[in-house]
């Protein structure tokens, strides 16, 4: 079993920067790969974000490239989202999720533990 907790969503204005926390407890061989998705009202949950928790790589979608990164504190089991230049379609909830892995996909099947989710509002 893995918990994940995530933290850090808000309201902000386009062009601000928001920094989420998901942090992670229970079975580590279920968590090799962490991710942060997103889903807006009346739209399917989309990847953001992945990090490989040993080997450190990071995916990201296309829309978020530049402007968002992932990072982890191995020491506190907790993964990061820095997310800056926001904008209006930034807005949802944004969910931490572990898969055992090896490979990091950004597509949620395959995810088999989720967080209760953090809401990011920005308003233009």
């Known amino acids: 079993q893995v918990q994940l907790v995530e933290s850090g969503g808000g309201s902000v204005q386009a062009g601000g920067s928001l920094r989420l926390s998901c942090a992670a407890s229970?079975?580590?061989?279920?968590?090799?790969?962490l991710g942060w998705f997103r889903q807006a009202p009346g739209k399917e949950r989309e990847g953001v974000a992945t990090?490989?928790?040993?080997?450190?790589?990071?995916g990201y979608a296309d829309s978020v490239k530049g402007r968002f990164t992932i990072s982890q504190d191995n020491a506190k089991n907790t993964v990061y989202l820095q997310m800056n230049s926001l904008k209006p379609e930034d807005t949802g909830m944004y969910y931490c999720?572990?898969?055992?892995?090896?490979?990091?996909?950004?597509?949620?099947?395959?995810?088999?533990?989720w967080g209760q989710g953090t809401q990011v509002t920005v308003s233009s």
């Open positions: 999720a572990a898969d055992s892995g090896p490979f990091c996909y950004l597509r949620e099947s395959g995810y088999n533990y």
């Open positions: 990090i490989h928790t040993a080997s450190g790589g990071k």
């Open positions: 229970g079975d580590t061989a279920s968590r090799n790969c």
